[in-house]
């Protein structure tokens, strides 16, 4: 049986792209690869935008599954996957609990932290936190984050005890999102550790200009440099690799993801968050993860595919 054939056996396939999170521009990004990707091998797959159109057209428009790539609020914190759980459409990566608490950065690290899952010390915060009090205990430098947001909108890197720039970064998180996550700032490697189809791929170390992973560095800057093979140690990126499934798994994750991974300079390593819907732009860190160990963008698209699945369909 041809590729193109058993390509048939997939049915009508929606691509989910777009939405109305903060992060739709890298959705369309995303998806547009995807899309492509999945049509150049034969796949019968189609965009679809939620934004556009309600979810339950899918049903209507004869989609037998779906691979999603909407990225933050709306498509990768449970919503879409509950109500692809009721249309009865398998769909790509975690289900619906699963992505609901990897979207929590504070609950992550909670599950992370009873099983034994490096994280860096936290506190969540809000407009009445002492500063100076935060930063005795979690030092600095520090960072502020929304706690339910992605793609580094709405993070500030705070380096001096400045209590109104404080502050000022908790505004910024606050209009993300009502909880806010302070974080003590791990210095070492940035590493991003991918997981598919039951396993950790390659690790990705990233080189940003002055640390700075931000926006802009993570999905239009060319001067972000990517390392894969990371150059670690290969006892070591296996180590840290074996804990990346373990931390994936212990979220209740499947299909595929991306961990954020800090390395300190002293060999200790802290996973920062997971992500259920990684990015699969140009840019995008799974992909190179996946031509390291010989998946072209193609294969890795057919492969997140298989394992599309519904919850409550036998």
């Given amino acids: 049986m041809s590729s193109r054939e058993k390509s048939a056996d997939f049915g009508k396939v929606a691509v989910l792209l777009g939405g109305r999170s903060s992060e ?104 009445r936190t002492d500063w100076m009090e935060l930063i005795d205990t979690l030092g600095l430098p520090l960072i502020l984050k929304p706690v339910r947001e992605g793609s580094s909108i709405g993070v500030t890197r705070i380096d001096q005890a400045d209590p109104a720039r404080l502050a000022e970064a908790y505004a910024e998180a606050a209009r993300h999102d009502p909880l806010v996550i302070a974080e003590t700032f791990i210095h070492g490697a940035e590493l991003a550790a991918a997981v598919v189809d039951h396993c950790a791929l390659p690790l990705v170390r990233i080189v940003a200009p002055d640390s700075n992973y931000d926006y802009e560095h993570k999905y239009f800057s060319d001067d972000t440099q990517y390392f894969c093979p990371s150059g670690l140690p290969e006892a070591l990126e296996e180590r840290i690799r074996a804990q990346t499934l373990a931390a994936f798994r212990v979220l209740g994750c499947r299909g595929w993801g991306r961990l954020d991974v800090m390395l300190r300079d002293d060999g200790q390593w802290f996973f920062l968050e997971a992500n259920t819907v990684p990015g699969m732009t140009s840019h995008s860190l799974v992909p190179m993860a996946a031509r390291a160990s010989g998946l072209s963008m193609e294969a890795l698209c057919l492969m997140i595919l298989r394992g599309a699945v519904s919850e409550h369909v036998a």
């Fill in 24 to 127: 739709r521009e890298i959705s369309l990004m995303s998806g547009r690869n995807v899309l492509l990707a999945l049509q150049s091998q034969g796949v019968d797959a189609h965009a679809f935008d939620p934004a556009e159109k309600p979810l339950w057209a899918l049903k209507d428009e004869g989609f037998a599954r779906v691979f999603n790539m909407l990225h933050g609020r709306g498509g990768e914190d449970g919503t879409v996957q509950a109500v692809l759980e009721m249309l009865g459409i398998p769909y790509t990566g975690s289900g619906v609990a699963a992505s609901a608490l990897a979207m929590d950065k504070w609950r992550t690290k909670m599950v992370w932290l009873s099983a034994g899952i490096p994280t860096p010390p936290y506190q969540i915060v809000d407009a």
